[in-house]
């Protein structure tokens, strides 16, 4: 390489004798192994100031500091210096102001001396893939050639960056019990950084970090990598996962597959499956028909899809309104729409009415309507046996659906006849008390009840929706289907033949009893609908009471909807229905459901209960003390801390195993293709779809990393603690904890942070080491008690 700098004096000590390696050895080469030292103060420099944190352990840490900079500048290794070289080499070329990131990584991406390494981490072709993405984003102009390399000899300087890098990687190297810098070394630095290079390569490349990291540590011919991949590899078999994550060439494959599957697979439309069944029915009552059909509850999954497209086909932003009425008549609940004149709500009614079976009854109630209008007039030949009984055929009492239209504005004699009718399904006719084949009743109203005395009946709707206007985005749409004829807007009136009515109250009976025996609903998730309901009682403004039938209610019609749609089981996102429930004077109340549901689901069970919520901290913290034991050294008895190390490693495996199954499957539902994840999350809406897509699955994702890391940290220990070699046991031990000494010991961690709320959230008030001394107890630890002055780790 052309120099300018030829003058330079041939003798730079260690570092020079190092530069003399690399061929040929020119004076670029002697001034760059001068800036060696330079980069030496520099980085001692930084361990200095990140040394400086208040807090226990500082001072140690500045002890250990001042050995590490007497360590031999000769640490670096050959293949590092070429690596090195080339890097420099590469900026200059590429005319980048400094020595990078970027330039490291490519020079270990193309020098042969790191051909072993490139193998491990980059296999066959990727290696040339990674190549060009890091060579694009080291050139300058905008064809993306290459601009002339630089004509000065001097060295580059490296950048911030780079010498972070080199600074984790000197701490690699030292976790290893190595006493050589290893381009190895290097690259597990640069992947320590999220917002590195390395790691954005990775990324692009589609490929899996903790993939490429094991990888790497198996070039390095140490106990410790051994150790550490020993460990990880037993974490990866926790909760079924028994192989690790695809690499990149898999991946691709992976996905080539998945398109040319799409391509040939199109799954069928719900009412093109779904209309046969009913037209093979005979000519009998439709309730006896639909009895047939509804066998299954596949079937009454897919006359349920062909409902939904008979109910919403020609109106536009009413499918939530339409799942809710789908829900209430499967569920045998009432609904209940708020909401301006003009919004559809009649329709809406009418629709449900023409999909299910049975006889439908419609009134206007206003404070003038008379009792007779609703229940039916006095049988004049009762009136001769001087009986005051009631013809209730036609009328609600006789009714297997029901829409009354501004309910609230009816008068006392109705209201009160219908409370026994809303729940009890009876009716008081005379002298007598006859049952009511009342299936759902749809009531609607332009304001919410102000009387105290309506709350009774209010509370009986548990479905309440406040039905917008058609939004102004969709006005457009709305107003192609008004153009369209009345019949076919009005389809579900005229083309729904009695013998093909999809659902009748003999498929809502079916299914609440299936749903009774066959669908279980988690104590976790009960946990979280009994802490909604305080929170909206105690904290909400204003309150909202939840009253005891209204909450029993909700959770047997979760369990219903998630039968309805082939779920054994109810997930945490069948709870966002409770938007829909548990609101009670305004209906900006639902939005705070949903809020308080996003920020907990796929979290755990509620506050003071033993769960995962309370039981990974706990685990974390009784950790963190037996490091800290180990560290100090009194815990020499390596039986104990074994025993120990398992006791807290069972249930953390349950609770990893458990994060990832959850994780998988809510994952398979949000991003899932196929009918079956399709039809489960139906009652959801696109909006909700989202939205848990956007929160939830970071938030699963987080957890399973979360719980997978201490695993991890727990089954290191444990594998070291195995080594029969004293000396290779000291070695790993010391490497381990160097490895998290840093972060234990950061005062302003958010770990820390939230290990320190579970101790002042517990309900043993004597503080911090009685908390942690009972939690070593239930997890049944023999290292008990926290030395004076350790804190938590």
Same mark, same amino acid.
Not at 113 to 135: S, W
Not at 737 to 742: C, F, V
């Given at each position: 390489?052309?120099?300018?700098?030829?003058?330079?004096?041939?003798?730079?000590?260690?570092?020079?004798?190092?530069a003399?390696?690399?061929a040929?050895?020119?004076?670029?080469?002697?001034?760059?192994?001068?800036q060696l030292?330079e980069?030496r103060?520099r980085?001692?420099?930084?361990?200095?100031?990140n040394s400086r944190?208040?807090?226990?352990?500082?001072?140690?840490?500045d002890?250990d500091?001042?050995?590490?900079?007497k360590?031999d500048?000769?640490?670096?290794?050959h293949?590092l210096?070429?690596?090195?070289?080339?890097?420099?080499?590469?900026?200059k070329?590429?005319?980048?102001p400094?020595?990078?990131?970027?330039s490291?990584?490519?020079?270990?991406l193309?020098?042969?001396?790191?051909?072993?390494l490139r193998q491990?981490?980059f296999?066959?072709d990727?290696a040339?893939y990674?190549k060009?993405?890091?060579?694009g984003r080291?050139?300058?102009?905008?064809?993306?050639?290459y601009?002339p390399?630089?004509?000065?000899g001097?060295?580059?300087?490296?950048?911030p960056m780079?010498?972070?890098a080199?600074?984790?990687?000197e701490?690699?190297?030292?976790?290893?019990g190595q006493d050589?810098?290893?381009?190895a070394?290097l690259l597990l630095?640069?992947?320590q950084d999220?917002?590195?290079?390395?790691?954005?390569?990775?990324?692009?490349l589609?490929a899996?970090?903790e993939?490429v990291?094991?990888?790497?540590?198996?070039t390095?011919?140490t106990?410790?990598a051994?150790v550490?991949?020993?460990?990880?590899?037993s974490?990866?078999?926790?909760?079924?996962?028994?192989?690790?994550?695809?690499?990149f060439?898999?991946?691709?494959?992976r996905?080539?597959a998945?398109?040319?599957q799409e391509?040939?697979?199109?799954?069928?439309?719900?009412s093109s499956?779904s209309t046969?069944?009913?037209k093979k029915a005979s000519?009998k009552?439709s309730s006896?028909?639909s009895a047939k059909g509804s066998s299954?509850?596949m079937?009454?999954?897919s006359r349920?899809?062909?409902?939904?497209?008979?109910?919403?086909?020609?109106?536009v932003?009413?499918?939530?309104e339409?799942k809710?009425?789908l829900l209430a008549?499967l569920?045998?609940?009432? @609904?209940? &729409? !708020?909401g301006p004149?003009g919004? +559809?709500? $009649?329709l809406?009614?009418r629709?449900i009415? /023409?999909v299910c079976?049975g006889?439908f009854?419609?009134?206007?109630l206003t404070?003038?309507t008379?009792p007779e209008?609703?229940?039916g007039?006095?049988?004049l030949?009762?009136?001769?046996q001087?009986e005051?009984?009631?013809?209730?055929?036609?009328f609600?009492?006789?009714?297997? @659906?029901a &829409? !009354?239209?501004?309910?609230?504005? +009816?008068? $006392?004699?109705i209201l009160?006849?219908l409370? /026994?009718?809303l729940?009890?399904?009876v009716?008081?006719?005379g002298?007598?008390?006859?049952?009511v084949p009342?299936?759902?009743v749809v009531?609607?109203?332009n304001e919410l009840?102000?009387s105290?005395e309506?709350?009774?009946?209010?509370?009986?709707?548990l479905?309440r929706?406040? @039905?917008?206007?058609v939004?102004d985005?969709?006005?457009?749409d709305f107003?192609?289907?008004?153009?369209r004829?009345?019949?076919?807007?009005?389809?579900?009136e005229?083309?729904v033949?009695?013998?093909s009515?999809p659902l009748?109250?003999s498929d809502s009976?079916a299914?609440?009893?299936?749903?009774a025996?066959h669908?279980?609903?988690?104590?976790?998730?009960?946990?979280?609908?009994?802490?909604?309901r305080?929170?909206l009682?105690d904290?909400?403004?204003?309150p909202?009471?939840?009253?005891d039938?209204r909450?029993?209610k909700?959770?047997?019609?979760?369990?219903?909807a998630a039968?309805?749609v082939g779920g054994?089981?109810?997930m945490?996102?069948?709870?966002?229905?409770?938007?829909?429930v548990?609101?009670?004077?305004?209906?900006?109340?639902?939005?705070l459901?949903?809020d308080?549901?996003f920020?907990?689901l796929v979290g755990?069970?509620a506050?003071?209960?033993r769960s995962?919520v309370?039981?990974v901290?706990?685990i974390q913290?009784l950790?963190?003390?037996?490091k800290?034991?180990?560290k100090r050294?009194?815990l020499?008895?390596v039986?104990?801390?074994?025993?120990?190390?398992?006791?807290l490693?069972?249930?953390m495996?349950?609770q990893?195993?458990?994060?990832?199954?959850r994780?998988?499957a809510l994952?398979?539902l949000?991003?899932?293709t196929?009918?079956?994840?399709?039809?489960?999350?139906?009652w959801l809406e696109?909006?909700?779809?989202?939205?848990a897509?956007?929160r939830?699955?970071?938030?699963a994702?987080a957890a399973?990393a979360?719980a997978a890391?201490?695993l991890t940290?727990?089954?290191?220990f444990s594998?070291?603690?195995?080594l029969?070699d004293?000396?290779?046991?000291k070695?790993?031990?010391q490497?381990?904890?160097?490895?998290?000494s840093?972060d234990d010991?950061?005062?302003d961690?958010?770990?820390?942070?939230?290990?320190q709320?579970v101790?002042?959230?517990s309900a043993?008030?004597?503080?911090?080491?009685?908390?942690?001394?009972k939690w070593a107890?239930?997890?049944?630890l023999?290292s008990?008690?926290?030395p004076p002055?350790?804190g938590?780790m």
């Amino acid at each position: 390489e052309p120099s300018s700098s030829s003058s330079a004096s041939p003798t730079v000590g260690t570092f020079a004798a190092a530069a003399t390696i690399l061929a040929p050895a020119s004076a670029s080469a002697v001034a760059w192994a001068q800036q060696l030292p330079e980069v030496r103060t520099r980085l001692d420099a930084m361990r200095r100031r990140n040394s400086r944190i208040p807090g226990a352990g500082a001072a140690d840490r500045d002890a250990d500091e001042q050995a590490n900079r007497k360590i031999d500048p000769n640490i670096y290794s050959h293949s590092l210096l070429e690596v090195i070289k080339q890097a420099d080499v590469q900026a200059k070329r590429m005319r980048q102001p400094g020595l990078n990131t970027e330039s490291l990584l490519l020079s270990m991406l193309t020098t042969p001396k790191t051909a072993a390494l490139r193998q491990a981490a980059f296999p066959g072709d990727v290696a040339t893939y990674a190549k060009a993405i890091v060579e694009g984003r080291l050139r300058t102009d905008e064809e993306g050639s290459y601009r002339p390399a630089s004509s000065s000899g001097a060295p580059l300087r490296f950048t911030p960056m780079a010498e972070r890098a080199l600074l984790e990687a000197e701490d690699e190297m030292r976790r290893f019990g190595q006493d050589v810098l290893e381009p190895a070394h290097l690259l597990l630095g640069m992947l320590q950084d999220p917002r590195g290079e390395a790691c954005l390569l990775i990324t692009e490349l589609k490929a899996d970090l903790e993939t490429v990291r094991r990888s790497v540590l198996g070039t390095l011919p140490t106990v410790l990598a051994k150790v550490r991949l020993a460990a990880a590899e037993s974490v990866d078999k926790v909760g079924g996962q028994a192989s690790p994550p695809l690499s990149f060439s898999q991946r691709v494959a992976r996905d080539a597959a998945a398109c040319l599957q799409e391509d040939v697979n199109v799954a069928p439309t719900p009412s093109s499956s779904s209309t046969s069944s009913p037209k093979k029915a005979s000519n009998k009552s439709s309730s006896s028909a639909s009895a047939k059909g509804s066998s299954s509850t596949m079937s009454i999954s897919s006359r349920l899809l062909d409902s939904y497209q008979l109910v919403t086909k020609g109106l536009v932003e009413r499918s939530v309104e339409s799942k809710l009425l789908l829900l209430a008549a499967l569920g045998g609940e009432h @609904v209940f &729409f !708020l909401g301006p004149p003009g919004t +559809a709500k $009649s329709l809406l009614a009418r629709r449900i009415a /023409s999909v299910c079976c049975g006889s439908f009854f419609e009134r206007l109630l206003t404070r003038f309507t008379v009792p007779e209008e609703v229940f039916g007039p006095l049988s004049l030949k009762a009136l001769e046996q001087d009986e005051l009984r009631r013809k209730v055929e036609g009328f609600l009492p006789s009714a297997d @659906v029901a &829409f !009354l239209d501004e309910v609230f504005k +009816a008068n $006392s004699s109705i209201l009160n006849a219908l409370l /026994s009718i809303l729940n009890e399904r009876v009716f008081d006719n005379g002298g007598s008390r006859i049952d009511v084949p009342l299936w759902c009743v749809v009531a609607a109203s332009n304001e919410l009840p102000e009387s105290e005395e309506l709350d009774a009946l209010y509370d009986r709707f548990l479905l309440r929706r406040a @039905v917008p206007r058609v939004s102004d985005a969709a006005v457009p749409d709305f107003l192609r289907a008004a153009l369209r004829s009345e019949a076919e807007v009005e389809v579900a009136e005229s083309s729904v033949a009695p013998d093909s009515v999809p659902l009748s109250a003999s498929d809502s009976e079916a299914l609440r009893a299936k749903a009774a025996q066959h669908v279980t609903f988690p104590e976790r998730l009960l946990l979280l609908v009994a802490e909604l309901r305080t929170f909206l009682r105690d904290e909400a403004e204003p309150p909202v009471l939840v009253s005891d039938r209204r909450i029993a209610k909700a959770v047997r019609l979760l369990r219903v909807a998630a039968c309805a749609v082939g779920g054994d089981e109810v997930m945490d996102l069948d709870l966002l229905l409770l938007q829909h429930v548990f609101w009670d004077k305004d209906p900006s109340q639902a939005a705070l459901v949903r809020d308080w549901l996003f920020d907990r689901l796929v979290g755990g069970p509620a506050r003071g209960q033993r769960s995962e919520v309370e039981e990974v901290p706990q685990i974390q913290l009784l950790f963190g003390s037996i490091k800290k034991l180990l560290k100090r050294g009194l815990l020499k008895n390596v039986d104990v801390a074994q025993k120990d190390l398992r006791s807290l490693m069972e249930p953390m495996q349950e609770q990893l195993s458990i994060r990832r199954a959850r994780a998988a499957a809510l994952k398979t539902l949000l991003t899932g293709t196929d009918v079956k994840s399709r039809l489960r999350i139906f009652w959801l809406e696109p909006s909700d779809l989202q939205e848990a897509t956007d929160r939830l699955l970071p938030s699963a994702t987080a957890a399973v990393a979360e719980a997978a890391a201490l695993l991890t940290g727990m089954t290191e220990f444990s594998e070291a603690l195995k080594l029969p070699d004293a000396a290779d046991r000291k070695m790993c031990l010391q490497g381990l904890l160097d490895k998290t000494s840093a972060d234990d010991e950061d005062p302003d961690s958010s770990r820390r942070q939230r290990l320190q709320s579970v101790i002042a959230d517990s309900a043993n008030p004597s503080g911090e080491k009685d908390s942690i001394n009972k939690w070593a107890e239930n997890f049944k630890l023999s290292s008990r008690g926290i030395p004076p002055g350790m804190g938590v780790m």
